[in-house]
């Protein structure tokens, strides 16, 4: 079946899992620029990009409204029933998900949908469950390197990127 909705964690995915602490007490993220692409390629080729974390925070929802991702499930310790909210509103079945997590808390999603991908730096557990795992570590574009392997295995990768070339 093809991918129509990916699903992110975002800490140990979308970023290192370093949590560095401002002067005022504030979290600062980092996050990698080649995912960012490979976010806007995903949409641009029909697939819904979604973040669910179990944090929550001003820099996070600035990247994710700068990258056009609507849908957005931050705050959420229980990750399993803000996907399942996912998949109501959206309407999608489970089978044409792919999820990209990283520990533990991920793993009760990634049992559910089509596609599990574990980043390189993920738990073994998590490896344990996951259908394909990436070379790149999370935040350090394990999440293109995901998504280009979603739209290889759709038969739309080379075309997909044409627009930048």
């Known amino acids: 079946m093809p991918i129509s909705l990916l699903v992110l964690d975002v800490d140990g995915v979308l ?3 370093r949590l560095v602490y401002g002067p005022d007490g ?14 806007k390629v995903a949409q641009q ?12 925070s001003a820099p996070l929802r600035r990247r994710l409204t700068d990258l056009g991702i609507d849908h957005m499930a931050l705050g959420q310790s229980d990750k399993l029933a803000a996907y399942r909210q996912l998949l109501a509103t959206l309407n999608v079945p489970a089978e044409d998900v792919a999820y ?15 596609l599990p991908i574990a980043v390189q730096n993920a738990q073994p557990m ?23 392997y979603i ?12 627009a930048y070339l």
């Open 15 to 17: 970023t290192d899992g």
């Open 45 to 56: 080729n029909g697939v819904t990009v979604a973040v669910i974390s179990a944090k929550d």
């Open 151 to 162: 739209l290889r295995r759709q038969m739309v990768l080379e075309k997909a990127y044409e």
């Open 100 to 114: 990209v997590g990283d520990d533990v808390i991920d793993i009760a999603v990634m049992r559910d949908v089509g």
């Open 126 to 148: 998590v490896k344990a469950v996951a259908k394909h795992q990436t070379r790149l570590a999370g935040g350090d574009g394990a999440v293109r390197e995901a998504i280009d």
């Open 26 to 39: 504030e979290i600062q993220k980092t996050f990698h620029v080649h995912d960012g692409l490979g976010i």
